[in-house]
């Protein structure tokens, strides 16, 4: 291969890298709106069109290597740079719409100024040439203009006049105003020159394959990455479709859908829903990111139980749903009982120990129902029946649930206006010093009285309103109402009796339960040491240093902390000291069986040892009888409360009584 040959390789592989690059910097420019990569597109233009037109030249033997590389032949390449600078910048600061003469002016700027960088560069290189004016020339000139009006016109696009294109488009006017420009250069050359027009030509067509070559290669590249990266975005919008984002479980639209087939299909199936426990209560002790990592953990711990037919879903919040085609009820039962006692094991996650239950409940296709609405709400009214006989068991849709969840959900709704329409009442039960046979004070029970389903048992609306969050406002409600009256029973007889209220779980974790009883002793003129609250066993399960420290408000204020039902849960040796609890309340399950059960009455006996040594008071719940009262003295029991004394009373027969001297 001769020097001549090589170089002139060289050109055109110069010719086609500018020419990729106006593509390259199009494209950005059309996804992106750079404004550095537009500027670099009338750069990469100029050249292209330079090494194009020089490359003609030297392959016609019109310039020698040292001639193309003269001032003379390097200088056009920067007219023509300058040329497509000030075009561009021009057409980008002009106003759509109500400037297209101004385009056309452009236009027609663009094809003179680049015939008369080529005259003058052919002038200069070829000293002989002459100017003839032919209708090639005319046709190269105005062909030009009108190539390049029409690309102002699809640029305004771009200029955001019109609707915007694809940006293929884009790439092809910039291919179509690149080679018009190139072709119509070599049109002018040959008519100020005397080479054969068949040469021409086929030069031309040449370069016109190579381009279009590079064109198609180019956009079939870049489409099929465009397509690659649709596919897998539509690929992943389908599975958030139908998939939980946190767990990665099918979501309520994909369990639809599967059951709408089953029943369509008339397969037995069997659906089962099921609620964490308290769920509430993790958020917002431990944050949601807690509550987060549990789901995910509740999920797998779920799924280990699972046949692979069966398909688990989350429905959303805590609420998981299980479905399993089979016909055999021992399947559905064996898998109910599996699932709830698979998470009774503690759950650790950043050092926190978490105890997490569930309740499950179960409908079945075509038994308990025919449709899917019908389906989904037996599930969950199985579901509910769970929680409401006490969480962490599981329970079969049958037909006499629906006549007690009807009941709950009245109860609930009922509940909210209950104090408003003065349903609430509260008793009180006496409290007496054992060796002296003293009345010592009472404890506050909410008693609610529905005008129409009569007297609801606290053990089936307490718990309600715990579900509800309605556990705060009653809560503050009898606190207010057991001040108030012991107070004015206090002022009237001059006597000093303390009262007890209970106050939940959820109350105690909260700050706001310090403003409560600040507001009740204020309002009241209650002695803050003549107000204890009670709070159950299940408070050791809660994050001890923030209950400790809302303890400790409460006592600086001079109220007393006592724990209710002691025996029954969770406690140890240690939760007695880190609580500092001034009083136990001995659960009347062991008080009922003293003097009949030996492991009941030693058990009794080291709970009130125990608790002196501590400095701590006990008191005994549930005393009925003699017997009882007289082993509790003899164990050295503080007070006791019970049957025995007295049951819970309205405020008037407590004044009543204390009037004629008969509960003292």
Known sequence: MGQAELFVYVLILLSMFFFYLVFENSKRFALEGNMENKLWIPVFAGVYLWTLLYTFLYINKLVTTRQYLSWPSMLPMFLFIVMYIIAYKSFFKVAPFNRLRYYLGVSVYMSFAKSAIVWWSLHKLIPGVTLHVSHILLGGILVGAGIFFTVCLIQLFYAGALEVPSPWLLLLTCFTVCYVFAISCLEFVQGVTTVESTSLYVGEAMSLFVLLAITVLYLEKYHKKEREKLSKVNEYLDYLAYHDTLTRLPNRRKIMEVMAAYIQKNTPFGVYFIDLDNFKDVNDLWGHDIGDELLQRVACELKKHLRPTDIIGRLGGDEFIILRTDTLEDSFIYLGNRLVDGVTEPI??????????????????????S????????ADIAMYESKARGRNIFCCYSADLDEHVTRTMRLKEDLKKAAMKGQLSVHYQPKFQIDKRKLEGFEALMRWNHPELGVIAPAEFIPLAEETGLIHELGAWILQEACTQIAALNRQLEERFYIAVNFSVKQTREERIIRVVQQALATSGLPAE?????????????????????FAKLRALGVSISMDDFGTGYNSFSHLKQFRFQRLKIDRGF???????????????????????????????????????????????????????????????IQQLLLQKQLV
């Open 348 to 369: 650790t996650i950043r050092n926190y120990q978490l105890q997490v239950t569930v309740s499950a409940g179960l409908a079945r296709f075509p038994q308990d129902a």
């Open 530 to 550: 003549l107000l204890e609250i009670e709070v159950t066993e299940s408070i050791v399960m809660e994050d001890a240093q923030r209950v400790n420290g809302i």
């Open 591 to 653: 008080v009922q069986h003293l003097g009949e059960d030996s492991h009941d009455t030693a058990i009794v006996a080291a709970i009130i040892s125990m608790a002196h040594q501590l400095g701590i008071k006990i008191t005994a719940e549930g005393v009925e009888t003699q017997d009882q009262l007289h082993i509790l003295q003899e164990m050295g029991c503080d007070d006791a409360q019970g049957y025995y004394f007295s049951k819970p009373l309205p405020l008037e027969t």
């Open 371 to 378: 449709d899917l609405r019908q389906l989904m709400k037996k």
